[in-house]
Structure formats: structure tokens, C-alpha cells
């Protein structure tokens, strides 16, 4: 079993639906983020968590929602999606009083908006 | 903002070759961390190697070992003795307090 968890791992969507994506991390850690990975883009950061409480929205359109229950739960709700929003969503863990900053990634979720 | 730029958007290798992935970042702190991170094709990404920026010594991690320039901002990797699953998308990556930013990846294609 991996330490970040990630269902589904595929995801396909018109952009009237709802749906969720999840995280589950085993590490003990205490920071949870998502990613967005696009193809011929940069790893984009969209939320940031510590301790269940956000720290950084990188200006994330509001149809993207998370949701961070407790430390090792990660949701991003997702509603009335564009078809530009089709992509890689990557959730990672950190030990977030760490200097060091190391990610540990789950598999990620290959969203499709049609 | 730190900014980190990898310029060689694919690379290629012959098997058991060796090749080097560029990567440099801009920073006006003196104490951060630097990493490459692999991507393989539909598989999670995971950590290659670390540096700490206080630390002189270039990292290794078995085959994998890093060129790091402080003064010049640059933290290059290189894989010895390549094989056919070093095939991925490598990231480098800097970070700071916590707080991590990506270049844009190297696409790696190992060729047998």
C-alpha cells in the first residue's frame, strides 16, 4: 500500500456533475496539498492544508472546493467543471513543520470534463 | 518569487550511458532545499535525491548524484549507468520554509 492514496484514479465528467476526488495519507503527516498537472504546463499548487486548516489558495476558481476533515483526509469537490479543467490531479503529504519540505505523492486522479 | 527553470524539455540516453538534466533557481535565501523527483508514466511521482543548501558535498544516491553550484544556482542530475526504467519525467524542485516550487519537468527517454 502506497503512504498517499488517491480514488479515482480516473474520473470522467460532463460539466453539469458533482463529484469528489480523495486522499488518504498513511505517513502521519500533518500537510496535505493539491496539484494540478496539465499537459505542457508546470505543476500548478491549488490548496494547501496544515493541520486541517488551509494556508494557501493559489487563486483556485471556486469550482474547485476542498475539504480537509482531519490530518490524514484530503477532498477536492468538484462542481460544474470547464473542459480546460481536464488534467492530473496530484494530491501530496509533507510533515509540515519540516524544513525540508519533501512531497510524497499519491498516484493521482486523471480527470476528463467533457 | 523563487523561480526554478529547467531548460531541456525531453533528453535521451542510450542504455547503460550516462546523462546529465540541467536544472538552475532563483532565490534570495541562503538556506533551502533543492530536489529531483521522478515521474514514470502513469505511476505516482516519487523522490530521487536531495540537497541541502547549506551542505557543500554534492548528494548521490546510487547512480543518481546531483552538481550543485550555490553561487551559480544550479542543481543538475545525473544518471549513471542508465536503464530502461529511468524512463520518466524528472522534476527539480526548490524549497523553502516548508513551501516547495517545480520546473516544468525533463522528459527522459531511455533507448535500449
Known amino acids: 500500500e502506497t503512504g498517499v492514496t488517491q480514488t479515482p484514479r480516473h474520473l470522467v465528467m460532463g460539466m453539469t456533475n458533482k463529484k469528489s476526488l480523495k486522499c488518504e495519507q498513511h505517513l502521519g503527516h500533518n500537510a496535505m496539498y493539491w496539484y494540478k498537472q496539465s499537459a505542457k504546463k508546470p505543476l500548478e499548487l491549488m490548496f494547501v492544508?496544515?493541520?486541517?486548516?488551509?494556508?494557501e489558495n493559489n487563486s483556485v476558481p471556486s469550482r474547485f472546493s476542498p475539504e480537509c476533515p482531519n490530518s490524514s483526509h484530503l477532498f477536492l469537490h468538484l462542481h460544474t467543471l470547464q473542459p480546460e479543467d481536464s488534467a492530473l490531479y496530484l494530491c501530496?503529504?509533507?510533515?509540515?513543520?519540516?524544513?525540508?519540505?519533501?512531497?510524497?505523492f499519491g498516484e493521482g486522479s486523471r480527470l476528463t470534463v467533457l | 518569487a523563487q523561480t526554478v527553470t529547467q531548460s531541456q524539455p525531453e533528453m535521451s540516453v542510450q542504455e547503460a550511458e550516462t546523462v546529465t538534466l540541467s536544472c538552475t533557481y532563483d532565490t534570495s535565501e541562503s538556506d533551502y532545499y533543492l530536489f529531483w523527483y521522478k515521474q514514470p508514466p502513469s505511476r505516482q511521482m516519487i523522490l530521487v535525491i536531495r540537497?541541502?543548501?547549506?551542505?557543500?558535498q554534492n548528494a548521490t544516491e546510487n547512480r543518481f548524484s546531483v552538481n550543485f553550484q550555490k553561487a551559480a544556482k544550479s542543481f543538475s542530475l545525473k544518471i549513471s549507468d542508465s536503464q530502461l526504467g529511468d524512463a520518466a519525467m524528472y522534476f527539480c524542485a526548490y524549497a523553502y520554509a516548508g513551501k516547495s516550487t517545480f520546473g516544468d519537468g525533463t522528459t527522459l527517454t531511455v533507448k535500449p
Open positions: 501530496a503529504s509533507s510533515q509540515g513543520d519540516s524544513k525540508t519540505g519533501e512531497l510524497f
Open positions: 492544508y496544515n493541520f486541517k486548516e488551509q494556508t
Open positions: 540537497q541541502e543548501a547549506y551542505k557543500q
